[in-house]
């Protein structure tokens, strides 16, 4: 006689996580996380290029949200990067607020930039394509900051990229006042 045993079952492959399962819990830490999607596809910092990598600045009335990919370990000058940036400036944030993402007669803006040798392009939000900055946490004690973020961005060509899902946990460097 044979029998089975569930022992002798293959073994099921561990399913591959989806883009948004890539990114960081939204969590309100301090954690230093940060991620989004780029048109649907995970977005996470990897690598440094000559400063932290990913960088988070707030000093008073300046907002500064940094992440990037190097494609080159060895990069100092910054060719081979793609990076997502978040700006806000000339007004102080607070815990709870929803700032528009714009740029133009705004203070608040969102990039996508990709820097290779013989090609840069810049993709910001303006007038008609916009996001939203989210701030959820916002301690000035700690120097935590934490929210999400989405917008979209388009180039001098006209080709649009779009960030979503975007969530961010960091001890910021600075003083908020």
Same mark, same amino acid.
């Given at each position: 006689?044979?029998?089975?045993?569930?022992?002798?079952?293959?073994?099921?492959?561990?399913?591959?996580?989806?883009?948004?399962?890539?990114?960081?819990?939204?969590?309100?830490?301090?954690?230093?996380?940060?991620?989004?999607?780029?048109?649907?596809?995970?977005?996470?910092?990897?690598?440094?290029? &000559?400063?932290?990598?990913?960088?988070? &600045?707030?000093?008073?009335?300046?907002?500064?949200?940094?992440?990037?990919?190097?494609?080159?370990?060895?990069?100092?000058?910054?060719?081979?990067?793609?990076?997502?940036?978040?700006?806000?400036? !000339?007004?102080?944030?607070?815990?709870?607020?929803?700032?528009?993402?714009?740029? !133009?007669?705004?203070?608040?803006?969102?990039?996508?930039?990709?820097?290779?040798?013989?090609?840069?392009?810049?993709?910001?939000?303006?007038?008609?394509?916009?996001?939203?900055?989210?701030?959820?946490?916002? !301690?000035?004690?700690?120097?935590?900051?934490?929210?999400?973020?989405?917008? !979209?961005?388009?180039?001098?060509?006209?080709?649009?990229?779009?960030?979503?899902?975007?969530?961010?946990?960091?001890?910021?460097?600075?003083?908020?006042?």
């Amino acid at each position: 006689m044979i029998a089975c045993n569930k022992d002798d079952e293959a073994p099921q492959p561990t399913p591959e996580p989806t883009e948004i399962e890539k990114l960081p819990p939204a969590t309100q830490t301090g954690a230093n996380k940060v991620g989004c999607l780029l048109n649907g596809r995970a977005f996470l910092p990897v690598g440094q290029s &000559g400063g932290s990598n990913p960088y988070c &600045g707030y000093y008073h009335d300046a907002f500064s949200l940094v992440f990037r990919i190097t494609k080159n370990e060895d990069n100092i000058t910054g060719n081979g990067t793609e990076s997502v940036a978040v700006y806000s400036s !000339d007004i102080i944030l607070e815990e709870g607020m929803i700032y528009v993402l714009r740029a !133009d007669n705004s203070n608040h803006s969102g990039a996508y930039r990709i820097n290779r040798i013989n090609n840069f392009q810049s993709f910001e939000t303006n007038t008609e394509y916009t996001g939203e900055l989210h701030i959820t946490k916002l !301690d000035k004690e700690k120097n935590i900051i934490s929210g999400t973020f989405w917008f !979209d961005a388009v180039n001098e060509q006209g080709k649009k990229v779009e960030i979503r899902e975007g969530r961010f946990d960091m001890v910021f460097e600075g003083w908020a006042g």
